[in-house]
């Protein structure tokens, strides 16, 4: 991973962590134990879900950049869908709270998102790429034959 891609993780990465273990000691506080282990569930899975997703996105970017558009938009189906396979698996689960699980998974997405959008703010990125010095252009030495 290219360092500005491992810095853009970084970026959203570590603001998506601090927010979700203030809502696991929040949940944990409301809910107890089973709220705590709801909420850290929820969060481990936004990050899970948004790391690979950013990771596909940049590697659909640098590779196949004419898919872009639609990759971003069968990302996101794919995540909803394996969120609601994941919600239908565990409908009926007594191992957490779904609330405290809901409450995790809702900051985590909006904090990685707001994350995201900030790094890319402040990123340096080019939109037309620099003159490279190219060999098969002439050299001025400062006199002419």
């Not at 590697?59 to 004419?66: C, E, I, M, Q, V």
């Amino acid at each position: 991973m290219p360092s500005n891609d491992a810095r853009n993780l970084l970026q959203t990465a570590v603001p998506t962590a601090a927010a979700g273990a203030i809502a696991v000691a929040v949940s944990a506080g409301v809910a107890g134990g089973k709220g705590a282990i709801g909420a850290a569930v929820g969060v481990v899975l936004a990050i899970l879900f948004m790391g690979i997703g950013l990771y596909v996105l940049q590697w659909t970017a640098k590779s196949l950049p004419y898919l872009f558009q639609a990759m971003g938009l069968m990302l996101y189906v794919a995540q909803l869908l394996l969120l609601i396979i994941f919600m239908g698996l565990f409908k009926d689960t007594s191992l957490f709270n779904p609330r405290a699980f809901a409450a995790g998974l809702v900051v985590s997405t909006l904090v990685w998102m707001a994350a995201q959008a900030r790094a890319h703010m402040k990123a340096k990125i080019f939109y037309v790429e620099p003159d490279s010095e190219r060999s098969d252009r002439p050299t001025t030495t400062g006199s002419r034959p």
